[in-house]
């Protein structure tokens, strides 16, 4: 087996010779060609496509293929040719309709041809890297009829004013026009550029800077934004129904351009109607139309917010320094709170709640309420006015959101130390009179504060809730313990801790005997349940009811201070007394006495007093009695001290000077944390961080800041580098 010889397959060709007819080839493209005429002339029914492809397919095998390909260029041309005359021959609408038509034959022609030649554009096209034949039609449409001398201007003119018209209200083909833009899509981009797009953009560009100039002359500010707005609406729409889709960034661009940009500044200061304008008048359309069609433009967003903030920070300093406005405390708070909730809404409803504006917003009002060093002040009397009567009758939902408003303008308070000390006189006030509103509103409030702040803010504040608690606990304790009070005067006292209320110098003045006695007795009752306390008593923070009987038999109860009552007594055993004889026996100080007698003798329906001489001022020559004529239609009178609801300015210093001395421990405390973390720093970085580090309580002062370090030089807490002079070392 191993030995046979293998035998080799071999295939030979054949001995004799393939002939082909010699006139084969012309033959068999005049039927071609002859198929072709007849397709562009709407005869192709009677042709038989599969013989047509069989012929076709039989010169590619013989090596006819370039014949093929190149009668096919000249034969196309030639129809294109003739295609091309009809079509400049057209007049005036008809041009594109008999374009569109024209089209329309040579796509359905060019499906027929390129199906016959199927062969030719698989085999021969790919190897000799010619166009197939798809391709080679448009680009003989392109060459032949499109760039023609002829049509190729008039095709872009008549383009051009069909938009031209559209754009000035007249109703056009769109259909028609849809079908030509495509065309001009489907010869390639460069051609849809070239022929269409960037003149359409230049002649755009010209158009929308004539008419915004036109319209920038003669409207006001919100009827332009009204036309630019429908002008980009109408280009949108354009390029929706006939334009192609990535044109619509470019002619948007021009109109923001043309309409929006080039005219910026001047409509937003436009005279009478710009942004100012309708900032004033509340304009939400307008400004939510101004803001959407700038959002579009660089630097458009900017320059709204630039003149907003300008605008706000400027009406809001006339507002805190309008002297006006500052002789009523809640009124101006209230106007703070309007011109907030105006902005607010401006920005929610026109500036889609853009965070940009909240800020520039929020840095306006810190910028403009801190110009007026009085601003902690009015915002606790507002507070005050609330919550002793503004209140009443109020939903709990509303009391929150007045509460919350309070809140954000606290926020914006550099110095919030010094809304503190007020908020905690005020709050004393309320509560040593009974006369807040509601309990859980002024727990809510110190609950937000404590949130805001940090417990360190609110200790003392609760700590005052808790003394009004147990001194009702104390005072049913000293009446149980003493059940023969029951019949004469009673005493309600509330015992106050030292630290939690506000300091108040303790004023002596000289009780009724008839009190004087039941207060020692509650002196008595009280350090014998508690050992090792002091008791001072604070008559200028007290009040008192008393019965009175005038003449005709008139009686009243009247509701007054301590000091009121101790002058009121002194008339069950006089007739007329002095000034001088008043301040003798009661030894109330100067000053609260002439409030307290100008209460009693100087205003009207209160006067249960008369003076001699008659004068709206205490003198000190002054000599009064009891007021025999006095009546009201009440028989419970109160009569008010009269007092100044703002501080005098010697108790503004005072106030100022108690702030000034609160903050120097936290100033220290400060400068001795950062130094213990950080061992060495220099000046200028210990001034930043103790800055950083106060500034939710208030603004430390840079050169109280260094006085405190010097003092903790001096307490050995730290001391100067030896080299370099500015850099402190803690010393543990």
């Known amino acids: 087996m191993s030995n046979q010889k293998k035998r080799n397959f071999q295939i030979e060709a054949f001995k004799h010779r393939v002939v082909v007819d010699p006139k084969y080839a012309d033959k068999t493209w005049k039927v071609l060609e002859h198929a072709i005429h007849e397709i562009y002339n709407h005869n192709a029914s009677g042709l038989s496509f599969e013989e047509l492809y069989r012929n076709a397919y039989n010169m590619v095998l013989h090596k006819f293929g370039e014949k093929l390909y190149s009668g096919l260029v000249t034969t196309m041309t030639s129809h294109l040719k003739e295609i091309s005359k009809s079509i400049e021959a057209a007049q005036g609408g008809m041009f594109l309709e008999e374009m569109n038509r024209k089209w329309t034959d040579h796509n359905k022609a060019l499906q027929m041809i390129r199906d016959i030649l199927m062969y030719m554009d698989r085999t021969y096209i790919p190897s000799t890297q010619k166009t197939p034949v798809h391709e080679l039609g448009l680009n003989l449409w392109r ?61 755009s560009a010209e158009f929308y800077r004539g008419e915004s100039q036109k319209f920038i002359e003669c409207c006001d500010c919100g009827d332009y934004l009204k036309k630019a707005e429908r002008r980009l609406n109408e280009e949108l729409d354009r390029v929706t129904h006939y334009l192609d889709a990535r044109s619509e960034a470019k002619i948007t661009n021009v109109v923001e351009k043309e309409m929006i940009a080039n005219h910026m500044l001047r409509l937003v200061h436009m005279d009478n109607s710009g942004l100012v304008n309708m900032l004033l008048d509340d304009k939400y359309e307008d400004l939510g139309r101004m803001y959407n069609l700038f959002r579009r433009v660089s630097n458009g967003l900017s320059t709204i917010r630039e003149v907003m903030t300008s605008h706000l920070r400027e009406t809001g300093k006339q507002l805190v320094t309008d002297p006006e406005s500052l002789k009523d405390p809640v009124e101006f708070v209230q106007r703070l709170l309007d011109e907030k909730d105006k902005y607010d809404s401006i920005i929610r409803l ?45 939903s709990e939902e509303d ?23 007020y908020y905690k006189q005020h709050l004393a006030k309320r509560l040593l009179s009974g006369k807040t509103v509601s309990d859980d509103a002024e727990r809510s409030l110190i609950v937000k504060l404590k949130t805001e702040c940090g417990y360190q803010f609110t200790s003392k504040l609760e700590g005052m809730f808790t003394d009004m608690k147990t001194s009702q606990d104390t005072m049913q304790g000293f009446y149980a313990s003493h059940p023969e009070l029951g019949d004469g005067p009673t005493l309600t006292v509330q015992v106050l801790t030292t630290g939690s209320w506000p300091t108040q110098p303790s004023v002596t003045c000289n009780l009724p005997s008839e009190m004087s006695a039941l207060c020692e007795k509650f002196r008595s009752y009280y350090l014998g349940t508690h050992t090792g306390r002091r008791l001072s008593w604070q008559t200028n923070m007290g009040t008192a009811d008393i019965k009175a009987s005038f003449g005709k038999g008139q009686k009243h109860e009247l509701n007054v201070s301590t000091y009121q009552m101790c002058v009121l007594m002194l008339f069950n055993n006089a007739e007329r007394l002095s000034y001088k004889e008043i301040e003798q026996a009661t030894e109330i100080p100067a000053v609260d006495l002439k409030r307290c007698l100008q209460s009693m003798a100087c205003v009207k329906g209160k006067n249960v007093l008369r003076k001699e001489p008659m004068s709206k001022d205490i003198g000190e020559d002054d000599a009064f009695f009891v007021n025999d004529k006095f009546t009201s239609k009440l028989y419970k009178v109160k009569i008010g001290t009269v007092v100044a609801q703002k501080e005098s300015e010697p108790e503004k210093q005072e106030t100022r000077q108690r702030v000034e001395e609160d903050r120097k421990p936290q100033i220290e405390a400060a400068i001795v944390r950062i130094m213990k973390s950080r061992r060495a720093l220099d000046h200028n970085n210990i001034i930043s961080e103790v800055t950083k580090q106060l500034q939710s309580r208030f603004l430390a002062n840079p050169t109280e800041i260094k006085k405190r370090i010097e003092s903790l030089i001096e307490r050995d807490f730290l001391e100067r580098d030896s080299i370099d002079r500015k850099l402190y070392r803690y010393l543990a």
């Open 143 to 203: 060459d032949n009829i499109i760039r023609s001398s002829k049509i190729q201007t008039r095709l872009l003119n008549t383009l051009l004013e069909l938009v031209l018209r559209e754009r000035t209200g007249e109703v056009i083909d769109r259909g028609l026009m849809r079908n030509i833009i495509k065309m001009l899509m489907d010869l390639g981009p460069s051609v849809y550029q070239e022929d269409f797009e960037n003149p359409f953009l230049e002649v």
């Open 350 to 394: 026109s500036f889609s709640n853009d965070k940009t504006f909240l800020n520039a917003l929020n840095s306006s009002f810190e910028f403009f309420i801190n110009l007026n060093n009085r601003s902690p002040e009015f915002i606790s009397l507002f507070v005050d006015d609330k919550l002793r009567k503004g209140l009443k009758g109020v």
């Open 399 to 421: 009391v929150e959101i007045i509460l919350d408003k309070v809140m954000m303008l606290f926020r914006y308070l550099q110095e919030k130390d010094v809304y503190e000390k």
